[in-house]
């Protein structure tokens, strides 16, 4: 099978390597245009399986609304580079730092967006260290360990890849379903060819550590509630990932602003993409209104 070309950036975006002080990350970025004030910098970090390309339909109206917008592949995810087998590379806190390092080096502070996966390491980085960010979205990210049901699907993709190659891998996820259903956010972005292509970037041991820790994830809410950011839990309406009522749950204990959005399900930003982008465009400007 020919390897498909990769998928273009949205109009009048930039995808290159953002260098910081822990490496180079590849990522798309799309600038405020001409004529619209400057009103934020945000940094979007994907789900497992995922990659910045979930985030390719909200950037143009993030720009619209004033929001620079870089989404950001993360270590050994389709076109950043990492280890290919040694997953102690891959370990939370490891990626926390490498968190820290991107929002510094897209231009600290900036709203931190984690998508699934995204949100529980942008949650550890927040932890570790909230200066480098103006607040934090948490979309369909939940509390701690993913549902029953997707860590059964994680164990079968983790034991896949002990034993079969990669493109071995894509071909057996294909058979068990949808991809987006193997705990990643990839419906309606660039069809299979892209996804094939991205599925082969992953690095294994990326994929395998991160897997684990969906699955073994501690819940860390009340360590993130006294971290001195504002907060926004975003969510479909169903979610078969973490449950709606303990995503609501978690808005509650974080005292966070809460959305939910019509239509959507795991992945808001690629199925009702200008819903979701008001949304975080609301947020950002209420916090810009509530400083001034």
Same mark, same amino acid.
């Given at each position: 099978?020919?390897? /498909?070309? /990769?998928?273009?950036?949205?109009?009048?975006?930039?995808a290159y390597p953002?260098?910081?002080?822990?490496?180079? *990350?590849?990522?798309?970025?799309? +600038?405020?245009?001409?004529?619209?004030?400057?009103?934020?910098?945000?940094?979007?970090?994907?789900?497992?399986?995922?990659?910045?390309?979930?985030?390719?339909?909200?950037?143009?109206?993030?720009?619209?609304?004033?929001?620079?917008?870089?989404?950001?592949?993360?270590?050994? +995810?389709?076109?950043?580079?990492?280890?290919?087998?040694?997953?102690?590379?891959?370990a939370q806190g490891?990626?926390?730092?490498?968190?820290?390092?991107?929002?510094?080096?897209?231009?600290?502070?900036?709203?931190?967006?984690?998508?699934?996966?995204?949100?529980?390491?942008?949650?550890?980085?927040?932890?570790?260290?909230?200066?480098?960010?103006?607040?934090?979205?948490?979309?369909?990210?939940?509390?701690?360990?993913?549902? =029953?049901?997707?860590?059964?699907?994680?164990?079968?993709?983790?034991?896949?890849?002990?034993?079969?190659?990669? /493109?071995?891998?894509?071909?057996?996820?294909?058979?068990?379903?949808?991809?987006?259903?193997?705990?990643?956010?990839?419906?309606?972005?660039?069809?299979?060819?892209?996804?094939?292509?991205?599925?082969?970037?992953?690095?294994? $041991?990326?994929?395998?550590?991160?897997?684990?820790?969906?699955? =073994?994830?501690?819940?860390?809410?009340?360590?993130?509630?006294?971290?001195?950011?504002?907060?926004?839990?975003?969510?479909?309406?169903?979610?078969? =990932?973490?449950?709606v009522p303990l995503?609501?749950?978690?808005?509650?204990?974080?005292?966070?602003?809460?959305?939910?959005?019509?239509?959507?399900?795991?992945?808001?930003?690629?199925? +009702?993409?200008?819903?979701?982008?008001?949304?975080? $465009?609301? *947020?950002?400007?209420?916090?810009?209104?509530?400083?001034?």
């Amino acid at each position: 099978m020919t390897t /498909p070309a /990769p998928l273009p950036p949205p109009p009048g975006a930039r995808a290159y390597p953002l260098r910081t002080a822990r490496g180079d *990350f590849a990522v798309v970025d799309l +600038q405020v245009p001409p004529g619209v004030d400057q009103r934020g910098v945000a940094l979007l970090l994907p789900g497992f399986t995922g990659s910045k390309e979930d985030f390719s339909l909200l950037h143009a109206p993030l720009a619209a609304r004033g929001y620079r917008s870089v989404a950001i592949d993360g270590r050994g +995810q389709y076109e950043s580079d990492g280890p290919a087998d040694d997953e102690s590379a891959y370990a939370q806190g490891e990626l926390a730092r490498d968190v820290l390092a991107q929002a510094e080096a897209a231009g600290a502070p900036v709203h931190l967006v984690g998508h699934s996966l995204g949100g529980q390491i942008a949650r550890a980085a927040v932890i570790l260290d909230h200066s480098p960010f103006r607040s934090l979205t948490l979309v369909a990210s939940g509390p701690a360990q993913i549902s =029953t049901s997707q860590q059964q699907r994680v164990k079968l993709l983790r034991d896949a890849l002990a034993v079969m190659t990669m /493109p071995e891998v894509w071909d057996a996820i294909l058979a068990m379903g949808p991809p987006e259903e193997v705990g990643g956010p990839a419906r309606g972005i660039g069809g299979l060819d892209h996804l094939r292509r991205r599925w082969l970037g992953n690095k294994p $041991a990326q994929l395998a550590a991160t897997g684990g820790q969906l699955c =073994t994830e501690p819940d860390r809410v009340a360590e993130l509630a006294a971290v001195p950011l504002p907060f926004h839990v975003l969510s479909g309406e169903k979610d078969d =990932t973490w449950p709606v009522p303990l995503l609501d749950d978690m808005a509650v204990r974080l005292h966070a602003h809460r959305t939910i959005v019509p239509g959507a399900e795991h992945s808001p930003n690629a199925e +009702q993409p200008l819903p979701t982008a008001d949304a975080l $465009a609301d *947020f950002w400007d209420s916090l810009t209104e509530a400083d001034g």
